[in-house]
C-alpha cells in the first residue's frame, strides 16, 4: 500500500460545532456507549475510557470488523475526550501516522454546544475527505437521535 507523500498534518482542522438539546452527561454517554453509538452511526464505539487506553470503531454487523482505532489521550467526563483515530493498514484511507480528534462539551443549562475538533490530517487524503464528509452527518444524526429518539434517513446520505 503506497501511502500519500504529503507531510502529516499539512491540512487545516477539521472543526464542527453543533447545539444539542440535551445535557452535558447525554451527549457524553452518546458518544463512548456502544448502545447510543450503533443507533446513530452503525458503529460500536469500545473502550474502557480510560487515558492510555486503546478503543476501536467496530461494525454493528461484524465486531470482528474495526475501522477507525486509537487510543485515548484525555478524558474528562463529560467534559472533554481526546483520542487518536486511524483506519487498519488494510483500509485504503489508513495513513502511516493517526490523526487526533478532540470532543470538547459545553453545559449550556439543559443543552449542550459540542465542539469537534480533527487535527494532524493529510492535506488532500481519503481520511480528510472521509472526515469532512463524515462528521457533519454523524454530529446531526447525534443530535437528532438525542433530542427525537430516531436517526436520519440513510436513503438520502451520500
Known amino acids: 500500500m503506497a501511502f500519500n507523500d504529503t507531510p502529516k498534518g499539512d491540512a487545516p482542522d477539521f472543526v464542527y460545532t453543533i447545539y444539542i438539546a440535551s445535557d452535558a452527561e447525554t451527549v457524553w454517554n452518546g458518544l463512548i456507549d456502544r448502545e447510543s453509538t450503533k443507533e446513530y452511526w452503525g458503529h460500536h464505539n469500545v473502550s474502557d475510557w480510560k487515558t492510555g487506553s486503546k478503543w476501536e470503531h467496530q461494525r454493528v454487523s461484524d465486531t470482528d470488523v474495526v475501522d477507525i482505532h486509537g487510543k485515548v489521550l484525555e478524558i474528562h467526563p463529560p467534559q472533554k475526550l481526546v483520542v487518536t483515530w486511524n483506519a487498519p493498514q488494510s483500509h485504503s484511507?489508513?495513513?502511516?501516522?493517526?490523526?487526533?480528534?478532540?470532543?470538547?462539551?459545553?453545559?449550556?443549562?439543559p443543552d449542550t454546544k459540542?465542539?469537534?475538533?480533527?487535527?494532524?490530517?493529510?492535506?488532500?487524503s481519503e481520511?480528510?475527505?472521509?472526515?469532512?464528509?463524515?462528521?457533519?452527518?454523524?454530529?446531526?444524526?447525534?443530535?437528532?437521535?438525542?433530542?427525537?429518539?430516531?436517526?436520519?434517513?440513510?436513503?438520502?446520505?451520500?
Request: proline content about 5%.
Open 93 to 109: 484511507f489508513a495513513e502511516p501516522d493517526p490523526s487526533v480528534v478532540t470532543y470538547v462539551l459545553t453545559a449550556l443549562g
Open 114 to 124: 459540542l465542539t469537534v475538533t480533527h487535527s494532524k490530517l493529510t492535506k488532500n
Open 127 to 158: 481520511m480528510q475527505k472521509g472526515v469532512t464528509e463524515g462528521w457533519p452527518a454523524v454530529l446531526s444524526n447525534l443530535k437528532t437521535y438525542l433530542e427525537t429518539g430516531k436517526v436520519l434517513s440513510e436513503e438520502e446520505w451520500t
